[in-house]
């Protein structure tokens, strides 16, 4: 990742957004390429960082925090759909 400043904005003090507290997340600006956003330090496409923005806001209205995907329960008789018809 290159070290221009971080346009995202998802930790915003003044609001109180906490969208990255881990700060993995960084959207730049580049003037020959447009933005530019990297997970990790890792270059990811555009589009996959405004779907995972998008996933972190839901998740943390949600109350279930915004770098956190929560936890699945539920194996049992009745609790997967299946695509297809069990036969008996």
Avoid: W
Avoid at 15 to 23: N, Y
Avoid at 34 to 60: C, F, H, P, W
Wanted: hydrophobic fraction near 25%; glycine fraction near 14%; aromatic fraction near 10%.
């Amino acid at each position: 990742m290159s070290n221009k400043k971080d346009i995202g904005n998802l930790n915003n003090k003044e609001f109180g957004v906490h969208l990255d507290p881990k700060e993995d997340m960084c959207l730049t600006e580049d003037s020959d390429k447009g933005q530019q956003a990297y997970y990790k330090g890792t270059k990811m496409k555009y589009l996959d960082y405004i779907g995972e923005v998008g996933s972190r806001i839901k998740r943390n209205k949600n109350g279930v925090g915004a770098d956190n995907v929560g936890i699945f329960f539920g194996f049992g008789k009745g609790t997967l759909k299946k695509p297809y018809k069990e036969i008996n």
